[in-house]
């Protein structure tokens, strides 16, 4: 087993996130780009429990974090409903997609509740940063899950080990058209057209 210090998984995503910021061209404060490493540092050791986050349905849990009587503990609940949704949107899009669940659905949980969370910190001590960050997160959502959509193409089209790697890259391209997955299968010889297969390069 390989033991990675959190430096170095901080110091992987940062310039992961960075070049991903650039390649869909977010327009991402430094706050924003920060949060999202930690985001991703914080996935990669999950907390216990964190898989079954969002077990439930979202509207439920959304309504749940807004009820919830401790300012505290809603805040809590509606930073790690954002978190969730948010990580959740960018890697496993697809999967909400085969199961009929609409895109703008999950993009709107994610935004009220980090805009909701946003509006819990505003007061005379709040930290103007840290205020912007998830009023940020809110009003970009949508942008930013473009943004680990991005990374987990590259992470998938760095996994290429074979012809079934390729099946599973192909798969992916045709429910989310991603140029980075075009690339990478064109660079396997292949060139994916969607109703039609996959052309080989000659």
Do not use: N
Request: aromatic share 8%.
């Amino acid at each position: 087993m390989i033991v990675v210090a959190t430096d170095s998984v901080a110091s992987f995503f940062h310039d992961v996130v960075e070049d991903a910021i650039r390649a869909k061209r977010v327009d991402a404060t430094d706050g924003a780009t920060s949060y999202l490493v930690a985001l991703l540092s914080d996935y990669a050791h999950p907390r216990a429990g964190a898989e079954e986050a969002l077990a439930r349905p979202l509207s439920f849990l959304l309504d749940e974090a807004l009820h919830t009587a401790s300012p505290a503990e809603r805040f809590d609940r509606l930073r790690t409903l954002g978190d969730g949704v948010l990580y959740s949107c960018g890697f496993f899009g697809d999967h909400f997609q085969a199961r009929g669940v609409d895109q703008g659905y999950l993009i709107g949980i994610g935004s009220v509740a980090y805009g909701t969370a946003s509006s819990m910190l505003r007061g005379p001590s709040t930290q103007t940063l840290e205020l912007d960050i998830y009023s940020e997160l809110a009003s970009k959502f949508a942008s930013f899950v473009a943004v680990l959509r991005e990374i987990a193409d590259g992470t998938i089209a760095q996994a290429i080990g074979g012809v079934r790697d390729l099946v599973k890259v192909y798969e992916r391209w045709l429910k989310t058209g991603s140029d980075r997955l075009a690339q990478t299968l064109a660079s396997h010889g292949l060139v994916p057209t969607r109703g039609g297969g996959m052309g080989v390069l000659q």
